[in-house]
């Protein structure tokens, strides 16, 4: 059956799933086995609203290498989009609407004016579609990740293929259940703990699910306040962003909070049903650590780190780690003392 070479991928949110499933299309005969603790709906990537926007802060090693990703993400998911799995994947097109009584500078983002498909500001009528006072405002298309779906959808794949797949906590890296001739560490905020990364930093994230089928546009005010539309009539109301929290409750302080903005903006939600408070820690590094490590004689490909936009730009950033991971299997590596 795999003859291939073992190789192992910690983590299943977002990251490691596609990870896993890239190296699965480069090779089948590739022997990957995917470790983790937390698993699809278990996992910070299932918190996530999913809406393919970088933050202008979203940052990897070099503004190119950045782009690059971005790039590359966009068009992962459109092949997606474009095929008749689209909605088992958890993909859908939709648009957004930007707006701010304060500030122009929230309504632009540079790093996917020049990718998506319409990217525009909006004129005065649109200004007053969440009623008065906002000043600035852009009108963009854009998809959703839904990875509720999309991780069953390729996880489903992935053992179709003769992938395997553990639940297992690893304590630290010599831990590991067996030899594997690559490692992928995509372990997200874990890789704090795991490892010591001081670089790493949570950014606590909290949102509600309400039933809204009626909505079909996204929208964005000022103070992280967000509504997105999802999967079976299931929006995201969101939301905070609490640098280097680790408290994994809800607030319901953080929930009327987010209740009143969102209500503000689109009075019809007072009336949708909640349907679940989420709590997500964002693994937010500077940058996004994506690099080849030989730790203990063991090759190693960091993939972490992806703050709030893992969703967004996970397919490029596990593109540059298989790459990464391709180059060091043909390396040979003696064992450091
Ligand atoms: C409220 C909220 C809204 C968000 N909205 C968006 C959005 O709209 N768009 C967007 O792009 N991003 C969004 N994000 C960010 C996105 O969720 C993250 O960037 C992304 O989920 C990171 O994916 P990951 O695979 O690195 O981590 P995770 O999904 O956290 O997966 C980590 C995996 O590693 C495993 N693991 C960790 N440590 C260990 C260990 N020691 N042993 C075994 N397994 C381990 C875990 O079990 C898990 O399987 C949002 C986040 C939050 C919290
Ligand atoms: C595949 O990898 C697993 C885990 O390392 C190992 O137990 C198994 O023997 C490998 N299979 C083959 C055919 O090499
Ligand atoms: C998620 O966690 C819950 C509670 O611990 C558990 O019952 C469920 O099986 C988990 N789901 C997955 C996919 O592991
Ligand atoms: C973006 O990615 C696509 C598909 O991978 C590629 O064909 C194109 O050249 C890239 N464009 C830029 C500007 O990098
Ligand atoms: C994950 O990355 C961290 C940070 O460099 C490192 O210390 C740790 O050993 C890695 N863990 C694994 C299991 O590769």
Known sequence: MTDGPNIAVLGAGVVGMTVAKLLQDENRKFNITIIADSFKENTTSAVAAGIFRPGTSFCGPTAEITKKWINNSWYYWQDILKSSEAPQAGLMSFSSYIFSKERYTVTRNHLIEDLVPIYRAVDKNELKICGEGWKYGSYFSTIKIGCERYLPWVERQFLDKGGKIITSTVESFTSLPEKYDLVFNCTGLGA???CNDHHLVPIR????????????????GDYDTYIIPGFDGIATLGGVRQYDSYNMKICKYDSAAILERCCEMLPALKK??????????RPHRVPVRVEPETVNGVKVVHCYGHGGYGVTCAPGTAMDAV??????????VKTKL
């Open 272 to 281: 949708a049903e909640i349907v679940a408070h989420k709590v997500g820690l």
């Open 192 to 194: 704090k703990l795991l």
């Open 205 to 220: 994230g909290q949102v509600i699910k309400v039933k809204a089928p009626w909505l079909k546009t996204a929208i964005y």
């Open 323 to 332: 790459r990464m991971g391709l180059d060091l299997l043909k390396t040979n």
